[in-house]
């Protein structure tokens, strides 16, 4: 018997914990990566064989070196810099902007009446269709891009706020009205809160449909500095390696958003159902 005292108990406490039974691995986690990992063998056991020609698709050592040579030459930290620069004025202004508007057009009947038909139109015009004017009026530059950018955020943001907004369970108007709370508290303390979780839909939306068309702008407004720049410079001159890298960048990025705005939801989605 362990004697008495701090040092019997800690022996004590190492005895139970050598004998609790080892938690089972949960490897949940990691099925997402099976695909990437067996794509990747494929494509590296093709270079291997040749079986299809190198210069259409070159080795992952190849395309790991030329990381490595953008990554330490700094090309792609200013590449990158510069697109995520241009998304976030873009976010914000498309945002900003579509907030105002969905929260118009959700409270305001007469707004909605008057504007309504006319936003319904507008955002039937695809998002590219917009380039030749917005390349005349702002010319090619970073201005150019950022409008751009802004219009891709502006719409899913409208739509869903008016959406959420509109959409407020009668039953908690109801409510309101009988414990007599002024237009100011329904609007922050019941119809806020409730149209929250569509709110937060069209932000969501709004940082992926920018991010996608940060690309796509660097791709055909193509004066600058910026990752569609850099798959520009790797098809013009042949470099499949520089255009799967810059892919890879992009690729990264957006799941990174995309994970940052899922933690954001589930936190604002405990916010929402305290309140």
């Not at 959700?106 to 269709?129: D, E, M």
Request: net charge positive; charged share 15%.
């Amino acid at each position: 018997m362990s004697a008495p005292g701090a040092g019997g108990l800690s022996r004590d406490t190492a005895e139970r914990a050598t004998l609790q039974p080892l938690r089972p691995v949960d490897t949940r986690r990691w099925r997402g990566l099976v695909l990437p990992i067996a794509a990747i063998a494929l494509w590296w056991l093709a270079a291997q064989l040749d079986l299809v020609n190198s210069a259409l698709l070159v080795s992952p050592a190849k395309v790991l070196a030329t990381a490595l040579d953008q990554i330490t030459s700094g090309r792609l930290w200013r590449a990158l810099g510069a697109s995520l620069a241009r998304e976030a004025t873009g976010f914000a202004i498309g945002t900003m902007l579509g907030l105002l508007l969905g929260a118009l057009l959700g409270l305001s009947p007469l707004f909605n009446r008057i504007v309504g038909p006319s936003f319904n139109t507008f955002k039937q015009i695809s998002l590219f269709a917009w380039i030749p004017l917005i390349s005349v009026w702002f010319g090619l530059g970073d201005v150019a891009k950022v409008v751009f950018l802004s219009l891709a955020a502006l719409v899913p943001v409208v739509v869903n706020t008016c959406d959420g907004i509109r959409t407020t369970p009668p039953g908690l108007l109801e409510v309101a009205r009988v414990y007599g709370y002024s237009r100011r508290q329904t609007l922050l303390e019941v119809v806020l809160p409730a149209a929250m979780p569509a709110i937060f839909t069209g932000i969501y939306l709004a940082l992926i449909y920018s991010w996608l068309a940060t690309i796509g702008a660097e791709y055909l407004l193509v004066a600058g500095r910026g990752i569609g720049n850099l798959l520009i410079e790797g098809s013009e001159h042949f470099q499949m390696d520089l255009v799967i890298f810059g892919m890879f960048v992009i690729g990264l990025v957006g799941w990174l958003m995309n994970a940052f705005a899922r933690r954001l939801e589930r936190r604002l989605s405990r916010w929402t159902g305290r309140t």
